[in-house]
């Protein structure tokens, strides 16, 4: 088959495959990731291996710089792997694509469009018939019917964030790919948000991708926590949590809730610690 021909099956199967059940499984194989050349040359991740099953809620921890937006990035296909592959669903990442949806931690909306235009608009572009009621089920899903004329700027932070997850949601992607996305945000909100999001994800049984620093947030929300080590980064524990859903925030006094915890913040702890000699090397 000619590469034009193989990349828009590859496209129309990725398309079809986000509204199948078993969708959303990534692999990431054998992947490094460089930035620069020759004696510019810095690598932000070294190979690694990983393997996340459909609708799985997995959080990427690990020190700063240790290279977790750089990996996520490969993910959504905006940074190409300098060795290995990516894939979803068995096809290779090779761009961005509506299978993918990312939510920021700046909240990224348009300032002159309303609500429901921006969460309308990803829809729209991927030719949804209904994209108005798609927009509609959305605003509704995240609590936000209400504000649907408002403008960005007259919303909170925690509420822009809410639209941003509806937006990356409403183009039906296999997995929702998010960076530190409640990082700018008081811990009051914080707390309110992992519980909306776990409420929409619950609905949704999309795959999750989610960074923080947070080993609170990361135990609270994940099925599965994976610890990057110092950079430059490569995964270097992979720990399935036990914690039962639904999960409410009254757990975090479980003993099982802590027993992660700890286990995580050690590892994280002799991470960073790694990371403070070799910048004083
Ligand atoms: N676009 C880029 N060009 C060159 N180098 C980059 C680029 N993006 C990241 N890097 C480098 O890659 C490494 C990993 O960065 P990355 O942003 O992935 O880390 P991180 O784990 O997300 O950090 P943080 O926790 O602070 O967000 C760092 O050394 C960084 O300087
Ligand atoms: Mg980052």
Redesign the pocket.
């Known amino acids: 088959m000619k590469t034009d021909e193989k990349a828009a099956q590859d496209k129309k199967v990725r398309l079809e495959n986000r509204f199948s059940a078993n969708r959303g499984h990534i692999s990431v194989n054998q992947v490094l990731i460089s930035?620069?050349e020759n004696s510019d040359r810095?690598v932000?991740?070294e190979e690694t291996s990983v393997e996340i099953k459909p609708q799985e809620f997995v959080c990427l921890l690990?020190?700063?710089?240790?290279?977790?937006?750089?990996?996520l990035?490969a993910i959504a296909g905006f940074v190409q792997p300098t060795q290995g592959r990516v894939s979803i669903d068995d096809i290779l990442v090779d761009g961005p694509g509506p299978d993918r949806g990312m939510v920021f931690q700046q909240y990224s909306l348009l300032p002159w469009k309303t609500i429901f235009e921006n969460i309308a608009l990803g829809p729209r572009l991927s030719n949804d018939i209904e994209a108005s009621k798609t927009a509609e089920n959305f605003l509704d899903m995240v609590g936000l019917a209400k504000y649907r004329n408002h403008y960005p700027a007259e919303l909170s932070g925690g509420m822009q964030q809410r639209v941003g997850i509806a937006r990356a949601l409403a183009t039906y992607p296999s997995v929702l790919l998010m960076?530190?996305p409640f990082g700018a945000l008081d811990a009051q909100t914080r707390l309110v948000m992992q519980e909306s999001l776990l409420n929409v994800w619950s609905k949704f049984g999309t795959t999750v991708v989610f960074?923080t620093?947070d080993v609170d947030e990361a135990v609270f929300l994940a099925d599965r926590v994976l610890i990057?080590s110092a950079?430059?980064?490569r995964v270097v524990a992979d720990l399935r949590n036990p914690l039962p859903r639904p999960r409410s925030q009254n757990m975090s006094t479980r003993d099982d809730f802590n027993e992660l915890k700890q286990q995580c913040l050690g590892i994280i702890r002799e991470e960073s610690m790694r990371t403070f000699e070799l910048q004083n090397e």
């Open positions: 930035y620069g810095n932000a991740v690990g020190p700063s710089g240790c290279g977790k937006s750089t990996l990035n960076d530190e960074v620093h990057m950079s430059p980064g």
